[in-house]
């Protein structure tokens, strides 16, 4: 299997992008690098460079570089999926972007509304998938149905996840709480061929108490940036107390490694990034402050979402499950 | 100035609830006691109590509540208000329900389109107020404009920031972020007499980014919960790896009062409450969970609401801003 690999994405990109890649060179899998030769060739390790004369910026505005980067290695990666030269795209580099790319250069499968990202979140018995992440601002109701179909495969497919249990994100559990947009979802989510469990709460995202959270991409966003938000608040707050004393210096001496391992779990890149979602091939968007080994975990993930044949379960489910969506 | 206080409503009522309320009786204050008098009597201490037939569960329905429930201790502190006989309502009960029978018994400031409620939350040099918590799940772009009024107002007065800044939730800085209500209300609160500073993401909510931040209640809902969820998260998963080794079980012991005091900063308590914002009175919700000292944080607050005249600087605020807003 060959994973395109964007060397040029990423706030620690090339180094820690092309360092990850290295590591899951097997037998089955090959990552192949695309940026820069002069760049990326140095540091390729015997990896095939594929050269990309552009850079797509991190805060770069997606529809900027759909128009004026299509020779950057983002689209690259992108293409060599639509081409058949890669069996599915992985960048660290500006998630908007790429998912202008994915657009572009792969397109959406038949059938399918609105493309959507879906983030594994660090729950303590594995990951809960929130989809959408942040691709639709403003979604439909039948848009969050079919998210539920997608992340039910992603979890299955990608995560391993037997029957996933599916909810919606809303502010009460009953089915008549939350805007009209999730009360409107509710209905079509429970009538749906899903194991659909009813609504959560934003406190819900980390507990465990669904395999896949749906929600338009707006709430997603700030969902996951206040959950980044109140964590780093959390660690923040607990190491200046900790400064506040002596005794308090040796305790948080002592504790370093669990603090460390607690970190660790609930470090974005731990589960290796999003995945975008109802194209015609997968891309993988990896954190943007990837290390190699969260470019690494990136990388295997996506080689197991071609396993498993997540687009081609996402377009079979959505073919099937077009007689219950209204458009 | 006599403050209402809701005896039964809230989990640890009405034991806590009493006490909390004793604790602000002062030359100036005076709490008053709604509830049952044969269980409140016993422990009032000398403070008057008014009896009430009915009390309201934590989970029942608003609008049942409003058709079969006005004999409440959580609809009679609101009446109280309404009638002269109180300054400001407290509970610690409903908070749906409190909304409802703020909306019952004293009703809408002439020009408000909809009541909010706005939350102080923990960000470190003071809180940053967030509004509306929930009170409207659906909403248009000129009800965020009147947030914005209503925070700035409650910021300066309740809390005591001079020229709050006031911020608006979104997924990105650039104005063109965000949902089609973010991008509608944006344009508006540009256009006020307010110290707008823009857009603001999740995890500016805790650092003090913005003194004020607006957004519809459904997505304020969403973060605050998704806030309570991460903290509890990491403060449950920095427990469990301290029980891991015995280093760190001793590092534990010897953190517990620093870590106690972050606990204490982030704590919902802290602040008192949420305060509904829109109504011809002033309402304050007590979390739910409310101790003694939140309860009597929530009265003394709610007193400093009276003072600073936020119901009368509410009104005069919206009727000189109303040629600004389009409905």
Known sequence: MRVAVDAMGGDRAPEEIVAGALATRSGTLEPVLYGREEIVGPLAGGLRVVHADEVVAMDEKPAD???TKRASSLFAVCRAVAEGDADVAVSAGNTGALLAAGLVEIG??????????????PAPDGPTVLIDGGANADARPEHLLQFGHM???????VLGVAEPRVAL??????????????R?????????ALRFTGNVEGRDLLA????????????????LKTLEGGITAVMGGLRESLG?????????????????KLRTRLHPDTYGGAYLLGLKGLVVSAHGSSSRVAAANAIRLAARGVEGGVVERVAARLAESRGHSSG
């Open 65 to 67: 570089a759909a128009r």
């Open 108 to 121: 959406r499968l038949p059938g399918v509304h609105r493309p959507a990202i879906a983030i594994p979140l």
């Open 151 to 157: 992340g039910s495969i992603f979890a299955e497919d």
């Open 169 to 182: 994100l809303s502010i009460g559990e009953e089915p008549d709480k939350g805007n009209r947009l999730v």
């Open 184 to 192: 409107e979802a509710h209905e079509l989510l429970a009538g749906a």
């Open 208 to 223: 465990g108490a669904a395999d896949v959270v749906v929600c338009d991409g707006f709430t997603g966003n700030v969902a």
């Open 244 to 260: 506040s004393s002596l005794r308090s210096k040796i305790g948080g001496l002592l504790i370093r490694p669990a603090a460390r």
